[in-house]
């Protein structure tokens, strides 16, 4: 069992950068990946990007628009999703989620085992 929590949103202006964290209940590193998703309002679930099992990252480039980066911090089981350059649309709540699932089923949904609460991202002028 992993329990998942996302801090970090809040209120920002377009072209300005927030930082989420997601902390784990156990340590991830080597055992879960770790994706984080979005969910803007009247809208589907949209994967943004994940780390690895073991490091590897990937994004959804649609979204992240080189805009993005996730990094750790393994010891305190912490992931974040830094995002540069935030615009309107990248309005939503932002999830962060564990996968103990192959490299291949990355950007997959239904292959996440374990949710946080979510944390909301405001874009806004």
């Known amino acids: 069992q992993v329990e998942l929590v996302e801090s970090g949103g809040g209120l920002v202006q377009p072209g300005t950068s927030l930082t989420l964290s997601c902390t784990a209940s156990?340590?991830?590193?080597?055992?879960?990946?770790i994706g984080w998703f979005r969910q803007a309002p009247g809208k589907e679930r949209e994967f943004v990007g994940a780390?690895?099992?073991?490091?590897?990252?990937?994004f959804n480039t649609e979204i992240a628009k080189g805009r993005f980066t996730i990094s750790r911090q393994t010891t305190k089981n912490l992931v974040y999703l830094q995002m540069n350059n935030l615009q309107s649309d990248d309005t939503a709540v932002y999830y962060c989620?564990?996968?103990?699932?192959?490299?291949?089923?990355?950007?997959?949904?239904?292959?996440?085992?374990?949710w946080g609460q979510g944390t909301q991202v405001t874009v806004s002028s």
């Open positions: 989620a564990a996968n103990r699932a192959v490299w291949s089923t990355i950007r997959q949904e239904s292959h996440y085992i374990y």
């Open positions: 156990v340590r991830t590193f080597g055992t879960y990946a």
């Open positions: 780390l690895g099992r073991t490091g590897q990252i990937t």
